[in-house]
């Protein structure tokens, strides 16, 4: 069935080292994104990218790197730069027209070792 | 600069009654908007959204509405049910925009 599929569900990051987490949809979304969720905080946008080969900075992008080789798939690294990567990471495609909305994933819970 | 937020952290609403959350936003180019859910570990699932050039929306036990001259939108729940227990995160799209702006999220607990 259709969907977006993140993993792992929970991911250790040791200091100094960088972790990619996987994000892949086959619902045929152009545009994807990924969030960071912090308790007592909204989502923000790290990074989202409008079509292949092509990703724009979000409002927290420091850190981060994404790529878009394949439109089925989004994968972000958390990079050693990342100072304060414990979170609970959030992909999500958008559908578009008339009933314009976000689809998530179901997250990876981030933690620092 | 939060352009959309949500000014309760939580809401507490007995069984059968009607939940109420609010969603205030500074932007009037914001066109459309849109209500997730959300439970622990897991992601946000999606539950109505509403155009801008509209003031109600229904589906099922939910309704949006906006008031556009007050920057003010809310969801209404009704009846209240005990899987209606998450945070709620009320999102909106700028006109021509790519992104979805949240706000901080409502936690609403329906006690029995």
């Known amino acids: 069935d259709g969907g977006i599929t993140q993993s792992p569900k929970y991911l250790f990051r040791k200091e100094g080292q960088n972790v990619t987490l996987s994000c892949e949809q086959n619902?045929?979304?152009?545009?994807m994104y990924w969030y960071r969720q912090d308790p007592g905080q909204g989502l923000r946008l790290i990074y989202y990218s409008q079509i292949v080969n092509d990703f724009q900075k979000g409002d927290i992008a420091e850190g981060y790197s994404v790529s878009r080789e394949k439109k089925e798939s989004f994968p972000l690294t958390v990079t050693s730069a990342q100072k304060n990567p414990t979170a609970f990471y959030l992909c999500a495609s958008r559908q578009t027209g008339s009933n314009e909305k976000l689809f998530f994933g179901s997250g990876t819970q981030l933690s620092v070792l | 600069d939060q352009q959309v937020k949500q000014n309760s952290p939580s809401l507490s609403v007995q069984e059968g009654r009607i939940s109420i959350l609010n969603c205030d936003y500074t932007?009037?180019?914001?066109?459309?908007f849109l209500w997730y859910k959300k439970y622990p570990a897991e992601g946000p699932t999606f539950l109505i959204s509403?155009?801008?050039?509209?003031d109600k929306n229904e589906d099922g036990r939910f309704t949006v509405f906006l008031n556009k001259s007050a920057k003010h939108l809310s969801l209404h729940i009704v009846p209240s049910q005990p899987g209606d227990s998450a945070v709620y995160f009320c999102?909106?799209?700028?006109?021509?925009?790519?992104?979805?702006?949240f706000g901080q999220g409502t936690r609403l607990t329906i006690n029995p």
């Open positions: 932007n009037s180019m914001f066109d459309y």
């Open positions: 999102a909106a799209i700028l006109e021509g925009a790519q992104k979805l702006v």
């Open positions: 619902l045929n979304h152009d545009a």
């Open positions: 509403i155009s801008s050039i509209k």
